[in-house]
């Protein structure tokens, strides 16, 4: 049973950084990466990882925000650099095991004041 913790949410000024983890067990994991959503919108990609280490980023969030993992605690990190109010949403992490299945993570609120 795939099992996710995510962590480091909170609230940060606007131009401050926060790192988002978000650590997974019970599979293999090819993809990782991590959503968000605001009220009313769907919820969308911010930053996706592979087992191999390629990586894409939604444009919002390009020369800002940083994805990693590590393949041996199957731990995927979301570093947020200049952070805007914008960017204000709940962070849900995402990945896929061997069979191909999404998994979620309960999500985690970050909130930047302006």
């Known amino acids: 049973q795939v099992h996710l913790v995510e962590s480091g949410g909170g609230l940060v000024q606007a131009g401050g950084s926060l790192r988002l983890s978000c650590a997974a067990s019970g599979s293999i994991f090819s993809s990782m990466g991590w959503y968000r959503q605001t009220p009313g919108k769907q919820r969308e990609l911010v930053a996706r990882v592979t087992r191999s280490g390629n990586t894409n980023y939604a444009d919002a969030v390009k020369g800002r925000f940083t994805i990693s993992r590590d393949n041996a605690k199957s731990t995927v990190y979301l570093q947020m650099n200049s952070l805007k109010p914008e960017d204000t949403a709940v962070y849900y992490c995402?990945?896929?095991?061997?069979?191909?299945?999404?998994?979620w993570g309960q999500g985690t609120q970050v909130t930047v004041a302006s």
């Open positions: 995402n990945v896929v095991d061997f069979l191909n299945t999404l998994h």
